[in-house]
Protein backbone atom coordinates (compact mmCIF):
# COMPACT_ATOMS: atom_id res chain seq x y z
CA UNK A 1 0.00 0.00 0.00
CA UNK A 2 1.36 2.94 -1.20
CA UNK A 3 1.78 6.67 1.14
CA UNK A 4 0.78 9.81 -0.43
CA UNK A 5 3.52 11.95 -0.46
CA UNK A 6 3.38 14.85 1.60
CA UNK A 7 4.70 18.67 0.44
CA UNK A 8 7.05 20.30 2.52
CA UNK A 9 5.53 23.15 4.16
CA UNK A 10 7.20 26.76 3.53
CA UNK A 11 7.03 28.87 6.14
CA UNK A 12 6.19 32.82 4.94
CA UNK A 13 7.90 34.69 8.12
CA UNK A 14 11.54 34.41 6.72
CA UNK A 15 10.05 36.13 3.35
CA UNK A 16 8.03 38.99 5.26
CA UNK A 17 11.02 39.69 7.24
CA UNK A 18 13.05 39.90 4.06
CA UNK A 19 10.76 42.05 2.07
CA UNK A 20 10.24 44.70 5.38
CA UNK A 21 14.73 44.36 5.36
CA UNK A 22 14.26 45.56 1.44
CA UNK A 23 12.20 48.25 2.14
CA UNK A 24 13.89 49.64 4.36
CA UNK A 25 17.25 49.58 2.65
CA UNK A 26 15.22 50.96 -0.12
CA UNK A 27 13.71 53.94 2.04
CA UNK A 28 17.65 54.73 3.21
CA UNK A 29 19.23 54.45 -0.39
CA UNK A 30 16.21 56.70 -1.83
CA UNK A 31 15.63 59.64 0.76
CA UNK A 32 12.85 60.48 3.47
CA UNK A 33 9.29 60.61 3.31
CA UNK A 34 7.47 60.44 0.30
CA UNK A 35 6.98 64.12 -1.12
CA UNK A 36 3.58 63.94 -0.94
CA UNK A 37 3.38 62.45 3.00
CA UNK A 38 5.94 64.91 4.12
CA UNK A 39 4.21 68.34 6.22
CA UNK A 40 4.67 71.72 4.57
CA UNK A 41 7.73 73.30 4.87
CA UNK A 42 7.78 76.23 7.76
CA UNK A 43 7.12 79.19 5.93
CA UNK A 44 4.94 78.18 3.51
CA UNK A 45 2.29 80.64 2.01
CA UNK A 46 -1.07 80.81 3.43
CA UNK A 47 -3.81 82.84 2.70
CA UNK A 48 -6.11 83.83 5.29
CA UNK A 49 -9.57 84.82 4.46
CA UNK A 50 -11.74 87.22 6.31
CA UNK A 51 -15.85 87.70 5.46
CA UNK A 52 -16.55 91.31 4.86
CA UNK A 53 -20.00 92.69 3.92
CA UNK A 54 -20.05 94.50 0.35
CA UNK A 55 -22.52 96.95 -0.92
CA UNK A 56 -24.28 95.18 -3.48
CA UNK A 57 -26.61 97.61 -5.78
CA UNK A 58 -26.19 94.51 -8.90
CA UNK A 59 -28.59 92.87 -6.39
CA UNK A 60 -31.33 95.43 -5.35
CA UNK A 61 -30.57 98.84 -4.89
CA UNK A 62 -33.35 101.88 -4.67
CA UNK A 63 -34.13 105.38 -4.43
CA UNK A 64 -37.45 106.15 -3.29
CA UNK A 65 -40.38 107.23 -1.28
CA UNK A 66 -40.32 105.22 1.78
CA UNK A 67 -43.26 105.08 4.25
CA UNK A 68 -43.89 104.10 8.33
CA UNK A 69 -47.92 103.97 9.23
CA UNK A 70 -46.86 104.99 12.45
CA UNK A 71 -48.16 101.55 13.90
CA UNK A 72 -45.71 99.47 16.09
CA UNK A 73 -43.81 96.41 13.40
CA UNK A 74 -42.65 92.77 14.93
CA UNK A 75 -39.08 91.48 13.39
CA UNK A 76 -37.17 94.41 13.95
CA UNK A 77 -34.93 96.66 11.34
CA UNK A 78 -36.51 95.62 8.15
CA UNK A 79 -37.98 97.63 4.67
CA UNK A 80 -39.95 95.63 1.89
CA UNK A 81 -40.66 96.39 -1.54
CA UNK A 82 -42.98 94.78 -4.20
CA UNK A 83 -40.34 93.65 -6.50
CA UNK A 84 -38.64 91.75 -4.11
CA UNK A 85 -38.12 87.93 -4.81
CA UNK A 86 -35.69 86.06 -1.99
CA UNK A 87 -35.13 88.46 1.09
CA UNK A 88 -31.75 90.33 1.34
CA UNK A 89 -29.55 91.95 3.56
CA UNK A 90 -29.67 95.85 2.78
CA UNK A 91 -27.88 99.15 4.01
CA UNK A 92 -30.66 102.00 4.33
CA UNK A 93 -30.10 105.70 3.95
CA UNK A 94 -32.10 108.55 5.16
CA UNK A 95 -30.44 111.34 2.38
CA UNK A 96 -32.18 114.19 4.88
CA UNK A 97 -30.26 113.77 7.71
CA UNK A 98 -27.41 111.34 6.78
CA UNK A 99 -28.34 108.43 9.39
CA UNK A 100 -28.21 104.70 8.40
CA UNK A 101 -29.34 101.27 9.14
CA UNK A 102 -28.43 97.77 8.34
CA UNK A 103 -31.52 95.59 8.53
CA UNK A 104 -33.41 92.95 6.61
CA UNK A 105 -35.41 93.52 2.80
CA UNK A 106 -38.63 91.50 2.21
CA UNK A 107 -41.03 91.61 -0.56
CA UNK A 108 -43.89 94.15 -0.12
CA UNK A 109 -47.78 92.41 -0.78
CA UNK A 110 -48.67 95.04 -3.70
CA UNK A 111 -52.12 95.64 -2.66
CA UNK A 112 -51.04 97.10 0.56
CA UNK A 113 -51.63 101.11 0.17
CA UNK A 114 -48.93 103.86 -0.04
CA UNK A 115 -45.59 103.88 -1.60
CA UNK A 116 -43.78 101.01 -2.91
CA UNK A 117 -41.05 101.22 0.11
CA UNK A 118 -42.39 100.23 3.41
CA UNK A 119 -40.31 100.99 6.83
CA UNK A 120 -40.70 99.09 9.83
CA UNK A 121 -40.88 101.30 13.39
CA UNK A 122 -37.43 100.38 14.38
CA UNK A 123 -35.84 100.68 10.80
CA UNK A 124 -37.98 104.23 11.30
CA UNK A 125 -36.79 105.40 14.42
CA UNK A 126 -33.02 104.52 13.22
CA UNK A 127 -33.39 106.66 10.05
CA UNK A 128 -35.42 109.67 12.11
CA UNK A 129 -38.68 109.11 9.76
CA UNK A 130 -42.11 110.62 11.28
CA UNK A 131 -45.01 108.33 10.80
CA UNK A 132 -47.03 108.80 7.44
CA UNK A 133 -45.13 111.31 6.21
CA UNK A 134 -43.35 109.50 2.95
CA UNK A 135 -39.37 110.27 2.96
CA UNK A 136 -36.76 109.27 0.48
CA UNK A 137 -34.42 106.53 1.10
CA UNK A 138 -31.33 104.87 -0.50
CA UNK A 139 -31.42 101.02 -0.02
CA UNK A 140 -28.42 98.79 -1.30
CA UNK A 141 -28.36 94.73 -1.16
CA UNK A 142 -25.02 93.97 0.90
CA UNK A 143 -23.31 90.58 0.15
CA UNK A 144 -21.17 88.56 2.62
CA UNK A 145 -17.87 87.80 0.05
CA UNK A 146 -14.17 85.97 1.37
CA UNK A 147 -11.57 88.26 0.82
CA UNK A 148 -7.52 88.24 2.26
CA UNK A 149 -7.29 89.71 5.01
CA UNK A 150 -4.79 92.49 4.95
CA UNK A 151 -4.21 92.48 8.23
CA UNK A 152 -2.81 88.99 8.33
CA UNK A 153 0.97 89.10 8.56
CA UNK A 154 2.49 87.28 5.12
CA UNK A 155 5.64 85.18 5.47
CA UNK A 156 9.02 86.17 4.12
CA UNK A 157 9.78 84.05 1.19
CA UNK A 158 12.56 81.86 1.11
CA UNK A 159 13.06 81.49 -2.92
CA UNK A 160 15.56 82.69 -4.06
CA UNK A 161 15.42 85.55 -7.10
CA UNK A 162 16.31 84.50 -10.01
CA UNK A 163 19.99 85.14 -11.82
CA UNK A 164 19.27 88.54 -13.22
CA UNK A 165 16.83 89.65 -11.06
CA UNK A 166 16.99 92.68 -8.90
CA UNK A 167 16.12 91.36 -5.68
CA UNK A 168 15.55 95.17 -4.19
CA UNK A 169 11.89 95.77 -2.94
CA UNK A 170 10.00 97.96 -4.02
CA UNK A 171 9.41 101.11 -2.53
CA UNK A 172 6.29 101.30 -0.34
CA UNK A 173 3.06 102.37 -2.47
CA UNK A 174 1.68 106.08 -1.56
CA UNK A 175 -1.55 105.67 -0.13
CA UNK A 176 -4.93 107.06 -2.08
CA UNK A 177 -5.88 110.38 -1.22
CA UNK A 178 -8.98 109.52 0.92
CA UNK A 179 -7.01 107.06 2.63
CA UNK A 180 -5.62 108.98 6.06
CA UNK A 181 -2.60 107.08 7.06
CA UNK A 182 -2.62 105.09 10.09
CA UNK A 183 -0.46 106.68 13.26
CA UNK A 184 1.94 104.34 14.65
CA UNK A 185 0.12 101.48 16.53
CA UNK A 186 1.79 100.88 20.15
CA UNK A 187 -1.33 99.25 21.84
CA UNK A 188 -0.73 96.08 23.42
CA UNK A 189 -3.84 94.77 22.26
CA UNK A 190 -2.79 92.19 19.20
CA UNK A 191 -5.93 93.65 17.43
CA UNK A 192 -6.85 97.31 18.57
CA UNK A 193 -8.80 98.37 15.38
CA UNK A 194 -12.87 97.60 14.62
CA UNK A 195 -13.56 97.40 10.76
CA UNK A 196 -16.59 98.92 10.59
CA UNK A 197 -17.59 97.94 6.94
CA UNK A 198 -16.69 97.79 3.46
CA UNK A 199 -17.97 100.00 0.52
CA UNK A 200 -18.41 99.56 -3.22
CA UNK A 201 -18.23 103.37 -3.63
CA UNK A 202 -16.09 105.55 -1.50
CA UNK A 203 -18.44 108.30 -1.09
CA UNK A 204 -20.10 106.03 0.85
CA UNK A 205 -17.41 104.97 3.00
CA UNK A 206 -16.05 108.46 4.04
CA UNK A 207 -19.69 109.75 4.57
CA UNK A 208 -19.58 106.55 7.49
CA UNK A 209 -16.14 107.55 8.23
CA UNK A 210 -17.60 111.20 8.89
CA UNK A 211 -20.19 110.34 11.06
CA UNK A 212 -18.21 108.29 13.15
CA UNK A 213 -15.79 111.42 13.64
CA UNK A 214 -18.79 113.30 14.63
CA UNK A 215 -19.58 111.46 17.59
CA UNK A 216 -16.24 110.85 18.67
CA UNK A 217 -15.35 107.88 17.31
CA UNK A 218 -11.80 108.04 15.71
CA UNK A 219 -11.95 106.69 12.46
CA UNK A 220 -10.43 106.36 8.92
CA UNK A 221 -10.94 104.91 5.18
CA UNK A 222 -8.95 102.11 3.60
CA UNK A 223 -8.63 101.39 0.23
CA UNK A 224 -8.40 97.29 -0.44
CA UNK A 225 -9.77 95.13 -3.38
CA UNK A 226 -12.37 92.54 -3.22
CA UNK A 227 -12.91 90.00 -6.42
CA UNK A 228 -10.63 92.03 -8.36
CA UNK A 229 -12.89 94.89 -7.50
CA UNK A 230 -11.70 98.35 -5.89
CA UNK A 231 -13.75 98.53 -2.29
CA UNK A 232 -12.76 100.77 0.68
CA UNK A 233 -12.66 99.80 4.25
CA UNK A 234 -13.72 102.03 7.40
CA UNK A 235 -11.53 101.62 10.55
CA UNK A 236 -12.57 102.84 14.01
CA UNK A 237 -9.90 103.04 16.72
CA UNK A 238 -7.07 102.36 17.70
CA UNK A 239 -8.04 101.41 21.41
CA UNK A 240 -4.61 101.41 23.75
CA UNK A 241 -6.39 98.42 26.29
CA UNK A 242 -9.13 96.13 26.50
CA UNK A 243 -11.75 98.06 28.50
CA UNK A 244 -11.11 100.83 25.94
CA UNK A 245 -11.87 98.55 22.88
CA UNK A 246 -15.11 97.24 24.64
CA UNK A 247 -15.97 100.82 24.65
CA UNK A 248 -15.60 101.47 21.27
CA UNK A 249 -17.07 98.63 19.75
CA UNK A 250 -20.51 99.18 21.84
CA UNK A 251 -20.28 102.65 20.38
CA UNK A 252 -19.83 101.66 17.09
CA UNK A 253 -22.13 99.07 17.27
CA UNK A 254 -24.89 102.02 18.30
CA UNK A 255 -24.00 103.71 15.00
CA UNK A 256 -25.95 100.57 12.75
CA UNK A 257 -23.24 98.18 12.40
CA UNK A 258 -23.73 95.16 14.65
CA UNK A 259 -21.20 92.62 12.55
CA UNK A 260 -18.51 94.93 13.51
CA UNK A 261 -15.09 92.97 14.13
CA UNK A 262 -11.68 93.36 16.09
CA UNK A 263 -8.58 93.86 12.71
CA UNK A 264 -5.14 94.10 13.20
CA UNK A 265 -5.53 97.76 11.67
Request: glycine share 8%; with cysteine.
Amino acid sequence: MMRASRRPMISLKPLLLCACGMLLAACENFGQTPEFLAPAAPGTPTTELVERDVEAPQVFQVTENGLWDGRPSLGGVWVAHPTVGDPERVIVRNPANDKFVVGALFRKETNLPGPDLQVSSDAAAALGLVAGQPQILNVTALRKENVPDPDAAAPASSVPAPLGVDSTPLPAATPAPAETAAPANASPLARPYIQVGTFAVQANANEVADRLIAAGIPARVRSDTANGKPVWGVLAGPANSRAAFDELLTKVKAQGFSDAYAVKG
